[in-house]
């Protein structure tokens, strides 16, 4: 059996801002986001890993080179791990908006299907890419314990996967920064085994 930790990234200043946080921003953690990382590596750090993955963002790729450092272990890049590209909303303030932001990305288009951002991506077009990574790493690890640092969408396109949920059924999902969960594979078979394990004991935000 292959167990993958699916790890979103500590928190940044656009998650405090509650700005649209896509895969063309390429925002740093800040300090709390720093402190998460380092939670996290101490809740894995008994985990024996065996390969750690991560979005080739920065904040996912500092959450991942710190839990890596308890395991002496190299960062494998994925850019199919990268947050879904948000196109012309990249960056936009979802407070002054009063808008959730999974309603961007879940709310069904009118010809059917889901929505796409001019200048992005749909739903559809991160899970089909995040699967196909994920999938191919369960089968490079057989029996093997891996993390996953990536993205909000990314977890939860994953997860819907898993559970064959439609996509729109995101919106009933938080998602906590700083977040662990578990995919576990036996054979062709994919399990949820733990979701949105949050190792802080403050609070931290879902977007």
């Not at 932001?101 to 069904?108: A, G, I, K, R």
């Not at 995919?183 to 004991?201: C, D, M, P, R, W």
Request: aromatic share 6%; hydrophobic share 40%; charged share 25%.
């Amino acid at each position: 059996m292959t167990r993958m930790y699916l790890i979103r990234h500590g928190e940044t200043d656009w998650n405090n801002k509650r700005r649209l946080q896509g895969g063309l921003s390429d925002t740093p953690l800040n300090e709390n986001g720093l402190r998460q990382t380092r939670n996290l590596a101490l809740r894995l750090k008994d985990e024996k890993l065996s390969a750690i993955y991560s979005s080739p963002l920065s904040r996912a790729k500092v959450t991942a080179e710190v839990i890596a450092l308890e395991h002496s272990l190299a960062i494998n890049t994925a850019p199919d791990l990268r947050e879904i590209e948000a196109g012309d909303f990249e960056g936009m303030d979802m407070g002054s908006a009063n808008m959730k932001v999974t309603e961007l990305f879940t709310e069904p288009h009118p010809e059917g299907g889901l929505p796409r951002i001019p200048g992005g991506e749909s739903l559809t077009d991160v899970q089909t890419r995040a699967w196909r990574v994920i999938t191919q790493i369960a089968a490079d690890h057989p029996d093997q314990n891996v993390a996953v640092v990536c993205h909000y969408f990314v977890i939860l396109a994953v997860i819907c996967k898993v559970l064959d949920l439609p996509l729109e059924k995101m919106a009933n999902f938080r998602l906590h920064i700083g977040s662990l969960s578990l995919i576990e594979f036996k054979g062709s078979q994919a399990y949820l085994a733990l979701f949105n394990e949050n190792v802080f004991h403050q609070d931290s935000r879902c977007i």
